[in-house]
């Protein structure tokens, strides 16, 4: 009989690699799955009822299992090809980085690091409840990114930082098996849950999470959710948190119609440190509204700032959202309004919701203005169909008395004349055309997180391939380089993305345009055709393509009957 092992991957592109592994090991009966910390541990809980004799995960979330099965747990070890790999990719970003890691991991990478003369520096760590400490002491040295197992990855994302992750690779993977093969037998640590209890009972608190001092999940109550509510993401922000003030914080999160209210609080019990958070579900009204969309995930991406227009336009913004006077910010579509606002918001909001009002779908009659108690900023969106003025600005004025801050975002000009009026700062947003010295970076980050979901090879661009992608992308936008740039990842086979790549890809596009758009008739009617064209890629959605196009609805409502 096959000895049932179950690999859970903490991330998703590991899978390629475990598919690969599976015909090498035809004595094993194999599966796998992805799930990350808590996740990984309800898989392994549901794989042990089913028989699965071993477990291989890795990092945290295999210390997370250890804790939740009584059947053996493999925790995979990184190889020195992996480390050569994923430091020989971190090397590539300008930013200044660190390795953060256990001294399995650290022991090796400043060994690889002295070897290959790497521009990154090591910090080693003992336990993970000193990963946030450190994050925050190396943000203030002006690190820029961090790479280390997903733990330090998570944390790195809730302080702002670039997270990268180190993977694991073939050699990995097989070794584990290997191990698998001769390892059948675990012990259970029991832990101290009965004596927390007396402390807040269940009585008192419906929703209860409790972690020790190593963010381990060691248990679970919850009365009005299925399963938790708390992604991975928010969690980590919230134990980061908690580690800072050793006290209590205090947090709000979105899930689905309603808000979810946590308290966290520091409990030591005979010396042991633990984390326990209460959670209460609130209902709040204006998640209902059509048009109004609350942004409760935690910005993940890094914001490209070496041209001096983009450095220029951010101080700006600063400024203003500091002494939180409304902001107009002008630009055409695919240049960054949405996401630079979430930035700013992310940046320097400490607490209160971002939420977006659209007006195509939203009556401004509707807005329920007590309901915007706990927001702290709002993006105001398609703004071509407000016919009230006053409304507006009496709307303007109550964010303002409330302390919210406010961005206006459009991309036509004639539309910022009324707001001007209000005296509402306008700023416009460089297109990248200005902002040339950004694409390097842009297309850097694309290539590494293509490379982490997706499993893509090429993890730099050569100067040769990233000049001609440049021309190329002479008059595109930041969603147009991210779509190109996937194109070409996809495709290359190689670790360095070369001119003939992005040939072939910009090759391609050019015959898929041709064969697609007649080019014969007057200028008006090539128009047309293309009008037409990007209608039918956005499935008629006359305000998706009036936005690609640069234009507004009315006026393609116009070219289209001319």
């Known amino acids: 009989m096959k000895i049932k092992v179950h690999i859970i991957a903490p991330y998703e592109s590991m899978l390629y690699i475990i598919k690969e592994c599976i015909p090498l090991f035809p004595e094993l009966d194999i599966a796998y799955s992805v799930g990350d910390l808590a996740k990984g541990a309800e898989i392994a809980l549901s794989e042990e009822k089913k028989g699965t004799d071993i477990i291989i995960s890795r990092g945290g979330t295999a210390k997370l299992i250890k804790k939740a099965v009584s059947i053996p747990v493999i925790d995979m070890q990184l190889s020195g090809y992996d480390m050569i790999r994923s430091l020989s990719l971190a090397s590539h970003f300008e930013d200044k980085t660190a390795i953060v890691g256990f ?149 709000n999160f979105v899930w689905n119609d309603c808000l979810i209210d946590i308290a966290g609080y520091y409990q030591s019990i005979n010396g042991q440190l633990y984390k326990i958070y209460m959670l209460q579900k609130i209902k ?71 939420i977006t009002i659209d007006f195509q779908q939203c009556q401004l009659d509707n807005i329920d203005k007590d309901a915007l108690t706990n927001v702290r900023t709002i993006k105001i969106k398609n703004i071509d ?75 730099k661009i050569s100067n040769d391939a990233l000049q001609l992608l440049k021309d190329y992308t002479r008059n595109a936008n930041i969603d147009d380089l991210k779509q190109i740039v996937k194109q070409i990842a996809l495709i290359e086979k190689d670790f360095v993305i070369h001119s003939d790549t992005i040939q072939s890809v910009v090759s391609d596009s050019t015959k898929d345009i041709a064969g697609t758009i007649s080019l014969n008739g007057t200028l008006r009617e090539i128009e047309k055709e293309i009008i037409k064209h990007v209608l039918m890629e956005e499935n008629n959605n006359q305000s998706k393509a009036a936005e690609r196009l640069g234009i507004n609805r009315a006026t393609l409502w116009r070219k289209l009957k001319e």
């Open 385 to 459: 169909p407000i016919q009230d003025h006053k409304k507006v600005a009496q709307l303007i004025q109550t964010c303002l008395k409330q302390n919210i801050h406010l961005f206006i975002i459009t991309t036509d000009s004639s539309a910022s004349l009324f707001f001007q009026k209000l005296r509402i700062n306008k700023l416009i947003m460089p297109s990248l055309a200005e902002r040339e010295e950004d694409i390097q970076p842009l297309v850097q980050y694309f290539l590494a997180d293509f490379h982490q979901r997706l499993g893509t090879a090429p993890v």
């Open 103 to 251: 001294p399995s991991i650290t022991s090796g990478a400043q060994a690889i690091i002295d070897l290959l003369e790497l521009p990154l520096e090591v910090f080693t760590i003992n336990s993970s409840d000193e990963v946030a400490p450190l994050l925050l002491e190396l943000k203030n040295l002006n690190f820029k990114q961090i790479a280390g197992d997903v733990i330090t990855l998570e944390t790195a994302n809730a302080y702002g930082l670039k997270g990268f992750l180190i993977q694991s690779g073939k050699e990995t993977i097989i070794r584990s098996l290997e191990d698998a093969k001769l390892i059948y037998g675990y012990l259970y640590n029991s832990n101290k849950i009965n004596y927390i209890l007396e402390q807040f009972t269940l009585q008192q608190n419906r929703n209860l999470l409790i972690y020790d001092a190593n963010n381990e999940l060691i248990y679970e109550h919850l009365t009005d959710f299925f399963s938790s509510p708390i992604t991975e993401e928010q969690l980590s922000l919230l134990h980061a948190d908690l580690d800072l003030q050793q006290n209590k914080i205090t947090r």
């Open 284 to 354: 709040y009204n204006i998640l209902k509204q059509d048009g109004i969309t609350l942004h409760a995930d935690t910005l993940n991406e890094p914001i490209a700032a070496i041209s001096a227009p983009i450095r220029f336009l951010l101080d700006r913004i600063k400024v203003l959202y500091e002494r939180n006077e409304p902001i107009l910010l002008q630009g055409d579509p695919g240049t960054g309004k949405d996401f630079i606002t979430s930035y700013i918001h992310q940046t320097y909001t400490k607490d209160g919701m971002l």
